[in-house]
């Protein structure tokens, strides 16, 4: 299992799905597993349950996925913050940490409704704070730094599959059983 982490708008869902393409292996994103379990919107959730019981359920919903899910998981932002989730996290899986400056991220987010912790009147103050609370926990999640500032998704995804290629770790190894030949020879081109 292929894990990405990082704040929220640092493209874990889009890079994460792209990754996966290329691959040839299933892609899951953990709010979109908690949504179905939910019923409901993450953002509908927060606001109405609090944060705390949100995070209980996405502990949950680590823990299963990370057994389960055999190919690409892009978590929600706040994934890394339980040391218990980054345990399953980085034994169960390589841990990819998409490193983006909160400058970057309010670039992609200014319009964005969907993130509910930056549903306040300052939020690029806010992605700071985040910035400076979670890098060091991302980066004790991570087995690896990849640093968004870069023009493409598709450079994103070429700079973890020759990561995967240095550590001899294409998913031909990776417990997803079929599709590796494909994934091969797009991870040469
Ligand atoms: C959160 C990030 C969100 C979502 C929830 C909390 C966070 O996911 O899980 O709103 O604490 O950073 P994205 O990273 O996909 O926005």
Known sequence: MLVLVGLPGSGKTTVGRQLARRLAIPFVDSDHAIENRLGCSVREYFEREGEARFRDIESEVL???????????????GSVLRPENRQYLRERGRVFYLRSSPEEVFRRLRYDQNRPLLQVSDPMARLRDLFDARDPVYKEAAHYVIETNRPSVSTLVNMIIRQLEQIGELPTNLKTGTASQSMNANARS
Do not use: E, I, K, P
Not at 63 to 77: E, K
């Open 63 to 77: 823990n299963d996925l990370s057994q389960t899910h055999a190919g690409v998981l892009s978590t929600g932002g």
